[in-house]
């Protein structure tokens, strides 16, 4: 068997996990790593700006791929750089493999230079964490972190691995496990049987059922099940904000998000359905709004792979523990046999319930907002235009705030795994390195992040990076010089003052910004200038292209929920509710 | 109500601390907790005593047994079972008629004194947890000068076991 050091033996170990790539910043403890990286060729390493970018674009990568995502920080405050990313990456369910470097054995505990009690400090937002304390652990160790974070409900896992572990000199014999097994840890599963018979029973006799689907089924790649469903079924489905793309956006079936800016007939229909077909998704405050008042007349149907979901917010009358796609596909096959078909009068009545909605206050039947006109831009129409340019087929990433709203109802994604934003954890940074990952999975696909002057600002240092690396992203930045959905928020319920969310004042030039970078910057303050710059930017395939797009800065989003009401109390615009 | 949970761990570094921080880190209490290896060294028992309603526990139950290192999760207190918890406490004890009283008591419990010293008398106790709270509210008079408590430990009753 073939000798390796400890830092030969971790590269080796991602080799034979699948990596091909891994996002990170060098420091002391890991620099016996580093230097078994640059004695090979088989995993390639992308040199991020900031550790925090690092775990984004591991993370990014894997939401656009479905593959784990790998991330590689020192210790100390590489490490602590780093917890954002887990954290978001935790709070949605990506897998993920963050190594960290450690100070040696002999120094833990004893304050030394750079260390962080990493396992420590990232407790509460792993899937699991391991530190290595033998170099004969590490395959095995390794092994069992990708095992870990694919497997069930995904998640990250840390392997934090001190320096005297992967000492050069210290050679062992090299064996990657073909199998992890543990018996402590044995993901299910396919769901009970007799469980997915009683729920498709119900769903058959739906008067006003939903289909409320979730980011699990994106995760789970179910989304083909899913729709096998809904053809069967002609059922009105709703995606969560993590869910768009599991069921086509541009679907006549597909009702727009729900939640709290989800559309007026998504969360009407909920509050209304006597079924609701719950799968891949956790009802989160988010969506439900009061859970007094969340959907009083509805049985509820509730599949997850995680047993801790089921049941947590909301009671399930039918709970169903297993993947979207075993319970779908089963699901699938016990309605094509079923003896009875829906109930057609009720899910037509229903439907023209349904309609009647979209027609009244549907975000898709009309515009809702004011129409742009000359230096007024509306923040809904550059997503829409974003749309039209892009043919709906780019990949779409966005930070945290209005325009992560806008675009998450605007542009509709057909395609799981299009939309990738942080959606549990609201990670304002996130977008452009999630982007940056995106581009490097699919070099020849658009990429589009959309931001605003707030976001991109906490992770603008990686334009550097995109330039190194020759990832030729597209920046949309809906630049209302203001914290966005802070300043609606303050507009809404604390009577306009504007508490620390304006600061036009000290913005950058962003396109003296982006080509300080050595990318193209456009600054678009008209209307008529959004359509032929915005095929521009796209035709402009090998650069970094950042828009910077001066936009209304008084809109607000809407639909949203009125706080503390059922999921169809809405705010329609500023003055009007339901 | 007390309730009563059993955990067959890992017994690897950190996996304590993940229970720990659980509770913390979902809003839960714990009132007593015990960790011991078993007599299979490679796995370390946990039981674990809470408050909650029905639903509470449930996710308690859930959220243990999703952490990796857990291998078994079951509470205890749902069916027959048997619990115990060990108490020894120091009491003074420097007239005669108070080790008298003392001892009196100590044998009404089934208490044994295990440390004897001109002034105070030290007496251990075994039992469940509301026959070590009976015998502290019979020491009130007397006052107690050090009370310490081991947690509750506890087993199926009947022919169920824990096993891997």
């Given at each position: 068997m073939e000798l390796l050091s400890g830092g030969d033996i971790i590269v080796r170990a991602l080799r034979d996990a699948g990596v091909n790539f891994v996002w990170g910043y060098p420091g002391g403890a890991a620099l016996h790593i580093y230097d078994a990286i640059f004695r090979q060729d088989d995993v390639h390493h992308l040199l991020v700006r900031h550790e925090q970018a690092a775990v984004h674009a591991a993370d990014g990568f894997s939401r656009a791929t479905g593959q784990v995502g790998t991330a590689l920080v020192t210790s100390g405050p590489g490490a602590t750089n780093a917890i954002t990313g887990i954290a978001t990456a935790y709070m949605d369910s990506i897998p993920l493999v963050v190594i960290s470097g450690q100070v040696p054995l002999t120094k833990?505990?004893?304050?030394?230079?750079?260390?962080?009690?990493m396992v420590g400090v990232s407790r509460p937002i792993v899937k699991h964490s391991f530190l290595v304390t033998r170099a004969e652990d590490i395959a095995a160790t390794i092994a069992k972190a990708y095992y870990i974070a694919s497997t069930g409900r995904p998640g990250p896992v840390v392997v934090d691995i001190p320096k005297d572990v992967t000492d050069p000199n210290y050679k062992v014999a090299y064996r990657f496990p073909d199998k992890v097994v543990m018996r402590s840890y044995q993901p299910s599963s396919r769901g009970h049987k007799g469980q997915i018979k009683r729920a498709a029973k119900v769903l058959l006799d739906a008067k006003r059922p939903v289909i409320y689907a979730g980011g699990g089924v994106i995760i789970d790649n179910a989304s083909e099940h899913l729709r096998e469903l809904v053809r069967l079924l002609n059922y009105p489905v709703t995606n969560t904000l993590m869910g768009l793309g599991a069921y086509p956006g541009?679907?006549?079936l597909f009702v727009g998000m729900l939640g709290m800016h989800g559309t007026y007939e998504a969360n009407a229909a909920m509050h209304d359905a006597d079924v609701i077909f719950a799968v891949g998704a956790r009802f989160d405050d988010r969506v439900t709004n009061d859970l007094e008042k969340f959907c009083p007349r509805a049985t509820i149907i509730h599949i997850d792979v995680d047993p801790t979901s089921v049941s947590k917010n909301i009671e399930a009358h039918i709970p169903i523990v297993g993947t979207c796609s075993a319970v779908l596909r089963e699901m699938v096959s016990i309605i094509k046999q079923a003896p009875q078909s829906p109930d057609s009068v009720a899910i037509d009545a229903w439907w023209t319930q349904i309609n009647q909605w979209r027609a009244e206050h549907g975000i898709y039947t009309q515009p809702r907002y004011e129409p742009s006109a000359g230096n007024l831009i509306k923040p809904q129409d550059v997503i829409k235009m974003l749309y039209e340019v892009t043919e709906g087929k780019a990949y779409v990433t966005s930070d945290v705030g209005q325009h992560q709203m806008f675009a998450a109802q605007y542009y509709?994604?057909?395609?799981?795994?299009q939309w990738i934003n942080s959606g549990g954890l609201g990670t304002m940074g996130f977008g452009l390195p999630a982007a940056m990952g995106v581009q490097l999975a699919f070099p020849d696909a658009h990429v589009a992040c959309v931001t605003g002057e707030g976001s991109i600002q906490m992770c603008i240092q990686e334009l550097s990076t995109c330039t190194q690396h020759q990832l030729p992203i597209k920046i949309i930045n809906l630049n209302n010089a203001a914290l966005g959905m802070v300043r609606q928020w303050q507009d809404m319920n604390?009577?306009?003052?504007?508490a620390e969310s304006l600061y036009e004042d000290s913005l950058p030039d962003f396109v003296a910004l982006a080509e300080a970078y050595g990318h193209v910057g456009m600054r678009i303050e008209h209307i008529d200038e959004l359509a032929p710059k915005m095929r521009e930017c796209f035709a402009l395939k090998d650069r970094v292209v950042f828009m910077d797009i001066c936009v209304d800065r008084a809109e607000h989003v809407y639909p949203m929920q009125v706080p503390g009401g059922s999921m169809r109390e809405l705010w329609l615009n500023k003055s009007e509710k339901t | 109500m007390k309730r009563i949970i059993s955990v067959l761990m890992e017994n690897e570094a950190g996996a304590l601390s993940r229970v720990v921080g659980l509770f913390s880190q979902r809003g839960y209490n714990i009132d007593t907790l015990t960790v011991a290896p078993t007599d299979d060294e490679t796995l370390s028992r946990l039981t674990l005593t809470t408050g909650g309603d029905d639903r509470m526990i449930e996710q308690i139950v859930k959220q243990l047994h999703k952490l990796i290192d857990t291998v078994k999760v079951i509470e205890l207190s749902e069916g027959a079972h048997i619990e115990r918890e060990l108490m020894i406490v120091k009491i003074k004890a420097s007239t005669s008629d108070m080790r008298a009283e003392l001892k009196r008591c100590s044998d009404i419990f089934r208490g044994h004194i295990i440390d004897v010293t001109a002034a105070t008398y030290t007496i251990q106790l075994v039992g469940d947890s509301d026959k070590l709270d009976a015998f502290i509210g019979a020491l009130v008079d007397v006052g107690t000068m050090e009370v310490v408590r081991s947690g509750v430990v506890g087993i199926s009753r009947g022919d169920k076991f824990l096993h891997v």
């Open positions: 833990i505990g004893q304050d030394a230079f750079q260390e962080t009690d541009s679907d006549p509709l994604f057909d395609q799981p795994r604390y009577s306009s003052r504007y | -």
